[in-house]
């Protein structure tokens, strides 16, 4: 069962066993309507059944079932809360998990298979980080703006992306 990071215990809030979370997740109001969540780390996972949740000065407080104490969600603190595939947002059209875009490949209308995604840099205006295949006429990593003169198609089911580049966009 694949598993998706939404958030990160960052502390114990009072003596009752509330955690405060880190909301890792573009959707923070998801955890108001969520009545379970996984926690753990790359050795464990539990499922938690969530009794009571409230937002407080950018982060979440939760109280999970059986944890009923400070020092219970002491040990928890920097574990990590996800939730299965099927528990994720549905985005609208046009738009991506950077999961789902890390690793496709980026075919050009001119020059064909160009590399695959190695990252997507989130910002005011992000970007796709390319690793150029041998065959291609970049030599070294290059970024794409995700704009939609650049970006033609992403296809998950194919996993490709086709764009149409400016000369000069990468070394050659």
């Known amino acids: ?10 502390g114990a809030q009072g003596i009752k066993g509330e955690l405060k979370v880190y909301p890792q997740t573009s959707f923070p109001e998801r955890f108001l309507q969520m009545e379970k969540v996984i926690v753990g780390n790359d050795l464990t996972k539990r499922e938690y059944k969530i009794l009571n949740v409230r937002d407080h000065k950018n982060v979440i407080i939760l109280n999970l079932d059986g944890i009923d104490d400070r020092n219970q969600a ?22 991506f998990y950077i999961f789902d875009l890390i690793g496709l490949k980026v075919e050009d209308k001119k020059w064909g298979l160009l590399g695959k995604i190695k990252d997507v840099i989130e910002g005011a205006q ?47």
């Open 1 to 10: 069962m694949e598993l998706y990071t939404i958030g990160k215990i960052v």
């Open 74 to 95: 002491e040990a928890l603190v920097g574990q990590e809360l996800f939730v299965t595939r099927e528990e994720l947002y549905e985005l609208p059209e046009d738009c």
């Open 126 to 172: 992000d970007l796709y980080l390319v690793t150029p295949e041998e065959s291609a006429p970049a030599k070294v990593e290059f970024y794409i703006p995700a704009v939609k003169a650049f970006v033609l198609a992403i296809n998950l089911e194919t996993g490709v992306m086709q764009v149409d580049l400016p000369e000069g966009l990468w070394e050659e």
